[in-house]
């Protein structure tokens, strides 16, 4: 199975970028967009100056729990920059989501609250909800991560969307939001509980 394949088995298929999309950015943008390839894992990120997206992380099922996603997390964590990324809220029926879920906490992500993020999926034509969560080595507050999400969105999501999809994603702002005041529990937090 190659790197597409494992990615496109795992995630779904609304969070899923065409492998056309992909090797677009490994070729067009390979100052910033990178595959971490090995034969029990595949990760996607886009490192920027100040901060990083991790696009996709796959581990086999015959490493998981054995520290690989622990030793690729710390590698990126070595270039001192934020981390961010995007997950599904749990889905107590899927045991993957918590799963991932747990692994982000324990490696110490916060989830970015005030950050609303809801992108309608080229691929089902439904409104896909995702939560941020993020590292930082310098404790960046969420208005940064936020501004940070809105450069990742545009340089690396819509990358060439019409010419790959025959349309364009929505705009960053349609799909970002910003409120401090946004209520809504802690992904983490609703995790602990159902445990």
Same mark, same amino acid.
């Given at each position: 199975?190659?790197? /597409?394949?494992?990615?496109?088995?795992?995630?779904?298929?609304? @969070?899923?970028?065409?492998? @056309?999309?992909?090797?677009?950015?490994? %070729?067009?943008?390979?100052?910033?967009?990178?595959?971490?390839?090995?034969?029990?894992?595949?990760l996607?990120?886009?490192?920027?100056?100040?901060? +990083? /997206?991790?696009?996709?992380?796959?581990v086999?099922?015959? *490493?998981?729990?054995?520290?690989l996603?622990?030793?690729?997390?710390?590698?990126?964590?070595?270039?001192?920059? !934020?981390?961010?990324? @995007? =997950? @599904?809220? =749990?889905?107590?029926?899927d045991?993957?989501? !918590?799963?991932?879920?747990? /692994?982000?906490?324990? %490696?110490?992500?916060?989830? *970015?609250?005030?950050?609303?993020?809801?992108?309608?999926?080229?691929?089902?034509?439904?409104?896909?909800?995702?939560?941020?969560?993020?590292? !930082?080595?310098?404790?960046?507050?969420?208005?940064? +991560?936020?501004?940070?999400?809105?450069?990742?969105?545009?340089?690396?999501?819509? #990358?060439?969307?019409?010419?790959? #999809?025959?349309?364009?994603?929505?705009?960053?702002?349609?799909?970002?939001?910003?409120?401090q005041?946004r209520?809504? %529990?802690?992904?983490?937090?609703?995790?602990?509980?159902?445990?």
């Amino acid at each position: 199975m190659n790197w /597409f394949e494992k990615l496109n088995e795992y995630f779904p298929v609304e @969070e899923m970028k065409s492998k @056309e999309h992909m090797e677009l950015l490994l %070729e067009e943008k390979s100052d910033v967009y990178y595959k971490d390839e090995g034969s029990e894992h595949v990760l996607m990120y886009a490192e920027f100056k100040e901060f +990083i /997206f991790i696009d996709y992380l796959y581990v086999a099922p015959s *490493a998981r729990g054995k520290g690989l996603g622990h030793q690729l997390i710390e590698k990126l964590k070595g270039k001192e920059k !934020s981390i961010i990324l @995007e =997950v @599904e809220q =749990v889905d107590y029926q899927d045991s993957d989501t !918590s799963k991932r879920l747990n /692994f982000y906490q324990r %490696e110490g992500f916060k989830h *970015a609250k005030s950050i609303g993020y809801n992108r309608r999926s080229l691929a089902t034509d439904q409104d896909s909800p995702l939560e941020i969560l993020f590292w !930082s080595p310098t404790n960046a507050d969420e208005e940064k +991560i936020y501004a940070q999400m809105h450069r990742m969105y545009e340089d690396i999501h819509t #990358y060439k969307d019409e010419q790959l #999809y025959g349309q364009s994603y929505q705009e960053a702002e349609e799909v970002l939001s910003f409120d401090q005041s946004r209520d809504v %529990e802690d992904i983490f937090e609703g995790l602990k509980e159902k445990q």
